[in-house]
């Protein structure tokens, strides 16, 4: 059979979305799956049931927790595997695609290969990864940061859940992986011959577009800061506006100016939020007198980025003359944006454009465990429409048509990574 000839099952696709989705649903309509819950665990052992009993795979938890499932050898000795996958954890509440849908396409390409008799060059290995979302632990893309050496077991020994008081490591060992061994999960350069994953986008650009499916050029850097505005508490009512140095006043002025810069056309391609802000000493009576506030500015584009900050610099500094305040700013990341490997990208690319897609590639505004998987080997994404561009919240939805068209596209994509790939 012709690889051109290759279909997924998509009704077999279909059902087991469902049957993930119904692992950690919530009477909200949302699924609570985070990592060392307990619909966590269930969903790895319903992971596991599946692909040890109906693809035949040897799966094992890695010391960290990641799970994989490693098919036969390719038909070329000595080449390195091709890994797939995403992550099966979900925020507090959110959707049923995110991530899961990622894990269940790569075990459907593998599925329909097997049983329409056609091995690759390479061997073809699932992954699902631990903890990709942010979670009780204080940490996101857990499994996925350990394997490329961006966290050790010092951070890990760090981390306790924030409800529950747990320690990280103590949640390992509970979960079959091994605290002990944590420095050794991590992989090296060079060790996978590529890797894909899928994703749904997350954003209305390929809904609004009519289109189902692109490749992702770039995974965004991530910078973020605390930005502290110090002004002087005093009597609400009997201060008068001249000698008031009102916090929150001045921190009202900080988010309209870091707004302004997603709405500057010379920025397109910059995103920023304030997106948690506390208040001191927050009381109906009192000028607020300090204010602490979280900036989050994402782009693929460094010089964007300089850009961005300088003019944000700038207004910070007029609004603390003006008003009278101390404004400081703390660093807390500048994590760089990840390139997809040109190979891996074309191949979706390519596979795209063949099942009629438009000639296009995306960058991606979240941080996946892509972008890791990178710094280790050929990595690149395929993005799915998301409908009316929600995601992390129960409203998050793909519809049957896409999801199995993109499907399609992931294997023919798969396929082509193998011809492609020679290592």
Excluded at 36 to 54: K, M, N, P, V
């Amino acid at each position: 059979m012709a690889k051109t000839e290759l279909r997924v099952n998509g009704e077999r696709l279909l059902a087991r979305l469902q049957a993930l989705a119904a692992i950690g649903a919530n009477a909200q309509g949302g699924i609570d799956r985070q990592l060392a819950s307990d619909a966590d665990i269930e969903a790895r052992g319903w992971l596991r049931r599946c692909w040890e009993q109906e693809l035949g795979l040897t799966v094992r938890t890695d010391p960290v927790l990641n799970l994989w499932g490693e098919g036969a050898a390719g038909t070329e000795p000595g080449l390195k595997p091709l890994i797939i996958g995403s992550h099966h954890d979900t925020v507090p509440n959110g959707g049923r695609f995110d991530g899961a849908l990622g894990v269940l396409m790569a075990t459907e390409a593998l599925h329909s290969l097997q049983e329409q008799g056609v091995r690759l060059r390479h061997p073809v290995w699932l992954l699902s990864f631990a903890g990709e979302e942010p979670n009780g632990f204080g940490i996101s893309t857990f499994g996925s940061r350990v394997l490329c050496g961006r966290l050790t077991s010092a951070d890990i020994a760090r981390l306790h859940h924030r409800d529950t008081g747990e320690a990280l490591t103590a949640a390992i060992d509970r979960m079959g992986g091994d605290a002990a061994a944590i420095d050794r999960a991590r992989l090296q350069p060079g060790c996978f011959a590529g890797f894909m994953e899928c994703h749904i986008e997350q954003g209305r650009r390929l809904i609004d577009a009519g289109e189902t499916a692109a490749a992702v050029s770039c995974i965004t850097g991530i910078y973020r800061e605390v930005i502290t505005v110090q002004g002087e508490a005093n009597h609400a009512g009997t201060t008068l506006y001249k000698d008031r140095r009102d916090a929150l006043a001045a921190a009202a002025e900080v988010v309209l100016a870091v707004e302004s810069l997603i709405k500057d056309p010379a920025l397109a391609g910059v995103a920023a939020t304030i997106g948690h802000i506390e208040v001191s000493p927050n009381a109906s009576n009192i000028v607020p007198g300090t204010v602490t506030m979280s900036l989050d500015l994402r782009t693929a584009d460094p010089a964007l980025r300089q850009q961005a900050l300088g003019q944000l610099g700038k207004a910070i500094n007029e609004i603390a003359a003006r008003r009278q305040v101390q404004i400081t700013r703390t660093l807390n990341l500048d994590q760089s944006e990840m390139p997809m490997h040109p190979v891996v990208r074309d191949a979706i690319h390519d596979a795209c454009v063949a099942a009629g897609q438009r000639d296009q590639v995306l960058v991606s505004m979240a941080g996946h465990d892509a972008a890791n998987m990178a710094r280790l080997g050929p990595a690149g994404m395929l993005f799915i429409a998301s409908v009316d561009g929600y995601s992390h919240c129960p409203q998050e939805y793909s519809r049957d048509a896409d999801v199995v068209k993109g499907a399609n596209i992931y294997l023919q994509a798969l396929c082509l990574m193998d011809r492609r790939l020679d290592t």
